[in-house]
């Protein structure tokens, strides 16, 4: 891994939610010293820092993880303390018990290392009596709070349109790799072109996975979303969308597969490979007319006919004894792809 791509991320942060975080940070620490005047609040500061996150419900987690966490840290760094005194040593030895009661609470990654940070400040701030751990507890719910009120009150992040531009280009893709089998069966192909078939259906499946992950992330910016209720249909159309997508992409994969481990030169002349093929554009047609029905092209695009294509089951004779490994697994899997895609039309 090149150092750069372990420090830089793939996309930017949107600014807004930069804005928030910058926000929350300077309104908890002012918050926070006008409520407990004393020592300069890092603790709120941090807290409202970490909890600003791309979702209401991971602000919430987040809220939750640091308060705890804190409360954690300051109560073993004031045992700590009053147990052994105030020893230079002390310090590191807070992270190991730390990181040992998480362990045994089986806590997050996130809880226990909080605890052990905790736990390190309050020692190395130079005070741990009850009366000063009491405050550093408050201070980070105040930070906590003001974090998760801001990122609530602010334009809450809705994460839907990057799930409709993913899922889009998954129905898009595959509709393309549906015409490009159904252009192979009837004709002659190379080691070369089939190898390339192959790996542009086996494409599909990483589209799949970032569909799917978007989509969660939509699903889970919407809960405890205060504007949940005007995004709610358009991510229930969303995922069924997904859920007709997701089987028909296995079943292309698979049918590619097939057709690359038997492939035939006398395949061109069956009359039952035509037909598949068929079968395969009018499965392209009814994908591409799924993804434009829930408004989910990517880009602008030349609409797709409205009249569905898939009107009935291909029924055909016993094929050739040579293919019927073949045809036999094509017909399965086309009959699989005929139900999917017929419920959505």
């Known amino acids: 891994m090149r150092f750069p791509a372990a420090i830089r991320a793939a996309r930017r942060a949107p600014l807004l939610q930069v804005l928030k975080s910058a926000a929350a940070t300077i309104a908890a620490w002012f918050l926070a010293a006008w409520l407990m005047p004393g020592p300069l609040p890092v603790f709120a500061a941090i807290a409202a820092l970490l909890v600003v996150q791309p979702s209401v419900n991971q602000s919430l987690s987040k809220a939750v993880e640091r308060s705890i966490g804190v409360i954690v840290g300051v109560v073993i760094a004031v045992l700590l303390s009053a147990l052994l005194g105030p020893q230079g040593w002390v310090v590191p030895a807070s992270v190991v018990v730390a990181m040992l009661v998480a362990w045994a609470l089986r ?12 736990a390190v400040l309050v020692l190395a701030l ?3 009596s009850p009366d000063y751990a009491t405050t550093r507890i408050i201070e980070t719910l105040i930070g906590a709070a003001v974090g998760f009120a801001i990122n609530v009150a602010v334009v809450p992040p809705v994460l839907t349109s990057p799930a409709r531009r993913d899922i889009g280009l998954l129905g898009r893709e595959l509709a393309a790799s549906l015409d490009r089998l159904a252009d192979a069966l009837p004709s002659t192909r190379t080691s070369a072109e089939l190898h390339e078939l192959l ?12 569909a799917e992950a978007s989509l969660a992330s939509a699903e889970e910016s919407l809960s405890l979303n205060p504007r949940r209720s005007r995004h709610r249909d358009e991510l229930v159309e969303l995922r069924a969308l997904f859920d007709r997508l997701s089987p028909v992409t296995t079943q292309v994969i698979g049918m590619t597969r097939a057709y690359f481990d038997h492939y035939d030169d006398s395949l061109v002349g069956d009359p039952l490979v035509r037909a598949i093929a068929e079968q395969l554009r009018r499965a392209g047609h009814d994908t591409r007319l799924a993804v434009q029905r829930a408004d989910a092209a990517p880009e602008p695009d030349v609409l797709t006919s409205a009249v569905p294509a898939l009107t009935a089951p291909l029924t055909t004779r016993p094929p050739a004894p040579e293919h019927w490994v073949l045809i036999g697994s094509l017909m399965e899997d086309l009959r699989r792809i005929h139900g999917e895609l017929r419920d959505e039309v």
């Not at 259906?201 to 990483?206: D, F, I």
């Open 107 to 118: 806590a997050s990654t996130g809880t226990g290392n909080q605890v052990a940070i905790s």
């Open 126 to 128: 130079g005070s741990s």
């Open 199 to 210: 790996l542009q259906a086996r494409l599909l499946r990483p589209m799949k996975d970032a």
